[in-house]
């Protein structure tokens, strides 16, 4: 099996982005803003696993809009159930990343329960996605993402990230402040 650095995962989808709001949690919360500086970027960090949640939130409020989720593999962990709530919900403009690194990687690395066995598109599929991928391989992502973000949402896509990617600091940006400009920026938007 092979796996991705996550700074090159989170480029691909940069590529793909066009408007959409983007939840970015953990460790994408840190790497996120090394590549996109934009005010519907709302790094979703001290409140481990919600970010699924708050994604789900925006979607429903602003179903014109696609809203991208980086969520981490230890964080969906601790709320799966976040995943029937999305699926009863069925919002078309959901994609819900998982960057599956298989630790802890903001709190010392240690293993997530379940570590190499728990596998993700599995849990959405059951929990009534309609569509949820695997990606081990950044050529096989970049090829694909165009149609995956083109599909009737919720999409689920896990990433196979690389445990020794490394961390930029926290952004100075916090969450308090982002989710007032987000706020302010889907005003302006309609």
């Not at 996109?36 to 001290?46: A, E, I, R, T």
């Not at 699924?52 to 964080?75: E, N, Q, R, Y």
């Not at 997530?112 to 959405?124: E, L, S």
């Amino acid at each position: 099996m092979g796996s991705i650095a996550i700074d090159q995962a989170l480029r691909v989808v940069a590529r793909h982005r066009g408007d959409a709001v983007v939840v970015a949690a953990m460790s994408a919360a840190r790497v996120w803003p090394t590549i996109s500086d934009d005010p519907l970027d709302l790094p979703w960090v001290g409140s481990m696993a919600k970010a699924a949640s708050v994604g789900l939130g925006i979607a429903l409020a602003k179903p014109d809009k696609k809203v991208i989720v980086f969520d981490a593999d230890g964080s969906l962990l601790m709320n799966l159930g976040c995943l029937v709530t999305i699926a009863n919900a069925k919002p078309s403009n959901l994609y819900h990343f998982v960057l599956e690194n298989g630790i802890y990687k903001t709190s010392g690395e240690q293993p997530i329960p379940g570590q190499g066995v728990v596998k993700f598109t599995d849990f959405a599929r059951g929990a009534g996605y309609p569509s949820a991928f695997d990606f081990d391989d950044l050529e096989d992502f970049a090829t694909s993402l165009g149609g995956l973000m083109a599909k009737k949402g919720p999409v689920l896509i896990c990433l196979k990230i690389a445990p020794d990617s490394p961390l930029p600091d926290f952004p100075a940006r916090n969450t308090k402040v982002a989710f007032s400009e987000v706020k302010a920026a889907l005003a302006r938007s309609g």
